[in-house]
Each structure stands twice: as structure tokens, then as C-alpha cells.
């Protein structure tokens, strides 16, 4: 089924972060298709927008395994309530989770609610350097174990196999698709599925180190109604929805004028370079790790007061790791970017950069955003979107390991 010989959403995504959900969005959308985004749990009677794909952003990642099902669920309900025919789950490039879950336990929920016996799992996103081969994911030249993942505060990745990290989170068999397989085409995709499907295979770890790959993978799963991975998979499945030879989206309209801010929580290495090279461009406050709650929010209005009117500014908690405290400090420091937002708006921002995908929620919740209109990229995985509602703001929600050094700069460029 094409674009062309159906009307509504063709596909439904249901992504675990908000970042992550704004890449997937992005991803589609290059790919030709009208794409929604909508943060949270959408209400049961409310309609899917009139596009061609629709995500829906949770806040599952790191949650309690049984909220993170029953959020995945109830979006998957709404979905094919709508008459959604498929849906995707998508989760990081870098697979986070935990021994307990989230990835294993959502999958395999949604696969039971939706009555069919298997999916493929393919995290590989080969234009950011994320690959899959002989089921072990490797970020750029390293396998995952042996990138800065492995010191995530929240879901560090100290093993690269696959099979093995999905095995200790689902009691169902996990095997693999091979690259030597899935090299041979969409036909040889299908028949190695079927064949592991007979022997009851239900999650089926996918190799994948370029987009090729991914598009004899998308050609080779469309029977399945229920697809998993990140991004890269999910483009590929936009263009055998929308044709072959669609051409890729790649324009972003005009950004609502006024000034900017940028919010930085993550503590990637590549947040870490965009936050030192910004700090040499416009004025930044750094939140305080071990301050309180009440002092914080003080602290940063009194600081945006001080400098509305003087052009972009940045607040940040981003460090190296260990340079934020426990879990616990994270969150009020999360709480507080959210305050700097919500004040900023009040002072007159208008374009809004956010680091980080704990950092992105809070902000979101935090202004009362509930869907926004997917535009183009200022990196790739990065899109600039538009708020639907009366107050017209560009949110740009940016995963920690996104974006060239200089795209907190090149965002803010002309603000006023």
C-alpha cells in the first residue's frame, strides 16, 4: 500500500524519548511523508492529524517497565483504533536499556496486543556512524561497549551483542538475520524470516551497515505489521511507502522571528563540544549541580532578566560524566531548564534548542506543547519543528549525540 491508494496515516510510530521521537519524525518526512508529532499519550477520542505518518512520543525509556508497556499499549491502541495499518517501535541508535528492559518488554507487548508472532529489531542508523554486524552494534569505528555509552548515568551499554542484550530482557527466542542475507535482497530477507519464524523465532536482530542494507530490509519485512529499530530503518520504510524514487524533503519554511535560547542537559561528548563552542559565541549560565530547587529557578530568571534583549543566550547543566550529580540531581536540574524555558517564552523567545532527551520532556511539558509540525533539519536526525497551537515557537530537540559542533551557533543565527 502506497500514499497514493489511501487516505489517513499509512504509519504508525510510537518512539520512547522525545528526541528520539522528533529523529524518527524527521527521518520520515525526508523520505516524502506528511509527518506528525505528538508528544505524550494522545487523548482516546482525538483523531490521528491528516498526514501520511504520525509519531507519537513517550517518555518510556527509563520508566518502570510496567508504565512503559501500558503508555506503548494505550498508543498502540489509539493508532489501530484510527485505522492504522502498521506500526513501528522506535528506540535509540545505541539500543539503551537496561537488563530489565524497556526495548524487550515493549516489543513484546505490542506483538501480542497486535496477534502476530514475530518482528525484526535493527537499531543501525548508518549516516550517524550506528552499524550492526553479526549482531553486535558499533558506534563509527568502536564497538557500543567501547564508546562514551558505556558511562550513561541512566542506561549504560556495556555490551555490543544484541541477541545476548535482547535475550536478559524478553523470554522469547531472539536469533539473527545475517548480512550476508539480508545482502541478498528483500526476497532473501522474507525467506530467511519465514524460515525462523517456523522454528519459533520472534525477535530476529537484523545486520545492517549501510542504507542499502535497511532498504532490502524495509523491502523484506512489509508483511509484518509491527517493525522495530531506530530511525535509519524507518526512512527506508518511508520510501517504500512513498515510491521508489521519491525525492528526499529537505527545505525548511521560515522560523518564527524573536529571540533564542538554548537549553543543554545532555552530557554527550558531542553536546559537550556544541556547549564549549556556543559558550565563545553568546552569553551562558551554568546551573548549579547541587543546588536547590527553589534557588535554581531564582537564579536563572534573575540571569534571563539580566540579559533579555542582548541577543541568543544559553543555560545549561550539561558535564562531563560524574559532573552532575546522582539521579535525583538530575531531575531538579531538568526541572530547572524547564523554568528557564517557560520564563524565556514569557520575556519573548521564539526558537527554542534543547539537548538531550530527559532535558527535551521536561521542557516540553513544561510550555504545555502537545504537537508540533515536523519541518527540515538544521543536522541530520535534527529538525526544526513548528508548534500548532496559538503561541508560535521553533523547538529544535536535539539527542545528545547529534549535531556538528557549531549547531547551537549556526540555530540561533538570525534571531532577533
Same mark, same amino acid.
Given at each position: 500500500?502506497t500514499?497514493a491508494?489511501?487516505?489517513g496515516?499509512?504509519?504508525?510510530?510510537?518512539?520512547?524519548?522525545?528526541?528520539?521521537g522528533?529523529d524518527?519524525?524527521?527521518?520520515?518526512?525526508?523520505?516524502?511523508?506528511?509527518?506528525a508529532l505528538l508528544?505524550?499519550?494522545?487523548d482516546?477520542?482525538?483523531p490521528?492529524?491528516e498526514c501520511?505518518?504520525?509519531?507519537?512520543?513517550?517518555?518510556?525509556?527509563t520508566?518502570?517497565?510496567a508504565e512503559a508497556v501500558?503508555?506503548s499499549?494505550a498508543?498502540?491502541e489509539?493508532?489501530?483504533?484510527?485505522g492504522?495499518?502498521?506500526?513501528?517501535?522506535?528506540y535509540?541508535s545505541t539500543?539503551?536499556?537496561?537488563?530489565?528492559?524497556n526495548i524487550?518488554?515493549?516489543?513484546?507487548?505490542?506483538l501480542?496486543?497486535?496477534g502476530?508472532?514475530?518482528?525484526v529489531?535493527?537499531?543501525a542508523?548508518p549516516?550517524h556512524?550506528?552499524t550492526?554486524?553479526?549482531?553486535?552494534?558499533f558506534?563509527g569505528d568502536?564497538l557500543?561497549?567501547?564508546?562514551?555509552m558505556r558511562?550513561?548515568?541512566l542506561?549504560p551499554?556495556t555490551?555490543p551483542?544484541?541477541?545476548a542484550?535482547?535475550?536478559?530482557?524478553?523470554?522469547? =527466542? $531472539?536469533?539473527?538475520?545475517?548480512?550476508?542475507?539480508?545482502?541478498?535482497? #528483500?526476497? %532473501?530477507v522474507r525467506a530467511?524470516?519465514? /524460515?525462523?519464524g517456523?522454528?519459533g523465532?520472534r525477535?530476529?536482530v537484523?545486520?545492517?551497515t549501510?542504507?542499502?542494507d535497511l532498504?532490502?530490509l524495509a523491502?523484506?519485512?512489509?508483511?509484518l505489521?509491527?517493525?522495530?529499530?531506530?530511525?535509519?530503518?524507518?526512512r527506508?520504510v518511508?520510501?517504500l511507502l512513498?515510491?521508489?524514487?521519491?525525492?528526499e524533503?529537505?527545505e525548511?519554511?521560515p522560523l518564527?522571528?524573536?529571540?533564542?535560547i538554548?537549553l543543554s542537559g545532555?552530557?554527550?561528548?558531542a553536546t559537550?563540544?556544541?556547549v564549549?563552542?556556543?559558550?565563545?559565541?553568546?552569553p551562558?549560565y551554568?546551573?548549579?549541580p547541587?543546588?536547590a530547587?527553589d534557588?535554581?529557578?531564582a537564579?536563572?530568571r534573575?540571569?534571563?532578566?539580566?540579559?533579555?534583549?542582548?541577543? =541568543? $543566550?544559553?543555560?545549561?547543566?550539561s558535564a562531563?560524566?560524574?559532573?552532575? #550529580?546522582? %539521579?535525583?540531581a538530575g531531575e531538579?536540574? /531538568?526541572?530547572a531548564?524547564a523554568e528557564?524555558?517557560?520564563?524565556a517564552?514569557g520575556?519573548?523567545v521564539?526558537r527554542?534548542?534543547v539537548?538531550?532527551?530527559?532535558?527535551?520532556g521536561a521542557?516540553v511539558r513544561?510550555?504545555?506543547?502537545?504537537?508540533v509540525?515536523v519541518?527540515?533539519?538544521?543536522?541530520?536526525?535534527v529538525?526544526w519543528c513548528l508548534?500548532?497551537?496559538?503561541l508560535r515557537l521553533a523547538l529544535?530537540?536535539?539527542?545528545?549525540?547529534?549535531g556538528?559542533?557549531?549547531?547551537?551557533v549556526?540555530?540561533?543565527?538570525?534571531?532577533?
Amino acid at each position: 500500500m502506497t500514499i497514493a491508494s489511501r487516505r489517513g496515516p499509512l504509519l504508525g510510530c510510537v518512539a520512547d524519548d522525545y528526541t528520539g521521537g522528533t529523529d524518527v519524525a524527521a527521518a520520515l518526512r525526508r523520505a516524502g511523508l506528511r509527518t506528525a508529532l505528538l508528544f505524550g499519550r494522545p487523548d482516546a477520542d482525538a483523531p490521528p492529524p491528516e498526514c501520511d505518518a504520525v509519531v507519537v512520543a513517550l517518555k518510556t525509556r527509563t520508566a518502570p517497565v510496567a508504565e512503559a508497556v501500558s503508555a506503548s499499549l494505550a498508543v498502540r491502541e489509539w493508532l489501530t483504533g484510527h485505522g492504522v495499518p502498521r506500526l513501528y517501535v522506535k528506540y535509540c541508535s545505541t539500543f539503551d536499556s537496561t537488563d530489565e528492559g524497556n526495548i524487550g518488554p515493549i516489543v513484546d507487548a505490542v506483538l501480542d496486543a497486535a496477534g502476530t508472532a514475530q518482528t525484526v529489531v535493527c537499531p543501525a542508523a548508518p549516516e550517524h556512524g550506528r552499524t550492526v554486524y553479526q549482531g553486535h552494534l558499533f558506534v563509527g569505528d568502536r564497538l557500543l561497549s567501547q564508546s562514551p555509552m558505556r558511562h550513561h548515568p541512566l542506561t549504560p551499554m556495556t555490551d555490543p551483542d544484541l541477541v545476548a542484550v535482547l535475550s536478559r530482557q524478553t523470554p522469547h =527466542p $531472539v536469533g539473527l538475520l545475517p548480512l550476508r542475507t539480508v545482502r541478498r535482497g #528483500g526476497a %532473501a530477507v522474507r525467506a530467511a524470516l519465514d /524460515e525462523l519464524g517456523r522454528r519459533g523465532v520472534r525477535h530476529v536482530v537484523a545486520d545492517a551497515t549501510c542504507d542499502e542494507d535497511l532498504t532490502a530490509l524495509a523491502a523484506g519485512t512489509a508483511h509484518l505489521p509491527v517493525v522495530t529499530g531506530a530511525a535509519g530503518l524507518a526512512r527506508a520504510v518511508g520510501h517504500l511507502l512513498t515510491g521508489a524514487g521519491a525525492a528526499e524533503r529537505e527545505e525548511t519554511p521560515p522560523l518564527p522571528r524573536g529571540p533564542g535560547i538554548v537549553l543543554s542537559g545532555s552530557c554527550s561528548a558531542a553536546t559537550l563540544a556544541q556547549v564549549e563552542h556556543a559558550r565563545e559565541v553568546f552569553p551562558s549560565y551554568r546551573l548549579d549541580p547541587d543546588g536547590a530547587p527553589d534557588e535554581l529557578a531564582a537564579g536563572v530568571r534573575a540571569w534571563l532578566d539580566a540579559h533579555a534583549g542582548r541577543g =541568543p $543566550v544559553m543555560v545549561y547543566s550539561s558535564a562531563a560524566p560524574g559532573g552532575r #550529580g546522582d %539521579a535525583r540531581a538530575g531531575e531538579v536540574l /531538568e526541572q530547572a531548564l524547564a523554568e528557564a524555558a517557560r520564563h524565556a517564552v514569557g520575556l519573548g523567545v521564539r526558537r527554542i534548542v534543547v539537548a538531550g532527551g530527559e532535558t527535551s520532556g521536561a521542557v516540553v511539558r513544561g510550555l504545555g506543547i502537545g504537537s508540533v509540525i515536523v519541518t527540515g533539519e538544521a543536522d541530520r536526525g535534527v529538525p526544526w519543528c513548528l508548534t500548532t497551537g496559538e503561541l508560535r515557537l521553533a523547538l529544535l530537540l536535539k539527542s545528545g549525540n547529534f549535531g556538528r559542533n557549531d549547531l547551537f551557533v549556526r540555530a540561533m543565527e538570525e534571531t532577533e
